[in-house]
T-cell receptor, first 114, second 112 residues
Framework: QQQVKQSPQSLIVQKGGISIINCAYE??????FPWYQQFPGKGPALLIA?????SEKKEGRFTISFNKSAKQFSLHIMDSQPGDSATYFCAARHYEGGSEKLVFGKGTKLTVNP | EADIYQTPRYLVIGTGKKITLECSQT?????MYWYQQDPGMELHLIHYSYGVNSTEKGDLSSESTVSRIRTEHFPLTLESARPSHTSQYLC???????????FGPGTRLTVT
């Protein structure tokens, strides 16, 4: 119930291509879905986030698509660049009994070839 | 870029030693978190705090302890380090009215 399943585990894309990473969840109490980008040796950095009352959110080359009925959401990176090579984590926020927690997916290592 | 700092960045220490990982933020955030992350793996919440003198255990069982005596400071302590504690430890903070968590650069701990 508290899991967020992320796929694929790794992804190789050519420069200029579209990178797509998918996440699925079971707990309908999740109310906030962020994506984090992590470079080696660094902490995760918030990339983009969406709430379940919105089906899509776009910020520059990054778009989140959210399907509430299917309990799935995905990150699309348009015109992928070598600088986008990093590990991406989806997450979901759960609030219960006065405490809130982020549950993270297992991550997707993205490699963008020049 | 978020102003959240962790020291040391890297630590190699022998079994049985006591260690404290430091985390400080200058944003005045009330909420702070500690996560454990093995290389290339997901983050697991081990401790969190919603303000001074407030600490709670997270989802992943951990032998570490935390304290929150000042808003900006959230140290994590291991009384007796073991090789199983080898991991990366990430600190994060969030404003009271926000869902966004800002992460520090992490401390990579190796226990020999």
């Amino acid at each position: 119930q508290q899991q967020v399943k992320q796929s694929p585990q790794s992804l190789i894309v050519q420069k200029g291509g579209i990178s797509i990473i998918n996440c699925a969840y079971e707990n309908t109490a999740f109310d906030y879905f962020p994506w984090y980008q992590q470079f080696p040796g660094k902490g995760p950095a918030l990339l983009i986030a969406i709430r379940p009352d919105v089906s899509e959110k776009k910020e520059g080359r990054f778009t989140i698509s959210f399907n509430k009925s299917a309990k799935q959401f995905s990150l699309h990176i348009m015109d992928s660049q070598p600088g986008d090579s990093a590990t991406y984590f989806c997450a979901a926020r759960h609030y219960e009994g006065g405490s809130e927690k982020l549950v993270f997916g297992k991550g997707t290592k993205l490699t963008v070839n020049p | 870029e978020a102003d959240i700092y962790q020291t040391p960045r890297y630590l190699v220490i022998g079994t049985g030693k006591k260690i404290t990982l430091e985390c400080s933020q200058t944003m005045g955030h009330d909420k702070m978190y500690w996560y454990q992350q093995d290389p290339g793996m997901e983050l697991h919440l081990i401790h969190y705090s919603y303000g001074v003198n407030s600490t709670e255990k997270g989802d992943l069982s951990s032998e570490s302890t935390v304290s929150r005596i000042r808003t900006e400071h959230f140290p994590l302590t291991l009384e007796s380090a073991r090789p199983s504690h080898t991991s990366q430890y990430l600190c994060a903070s969030s404003a009271w009215t926000s869902y966004e968590q800002y992460f520090g650069p992490g401390t990579r701990l190796t226990v020999t």
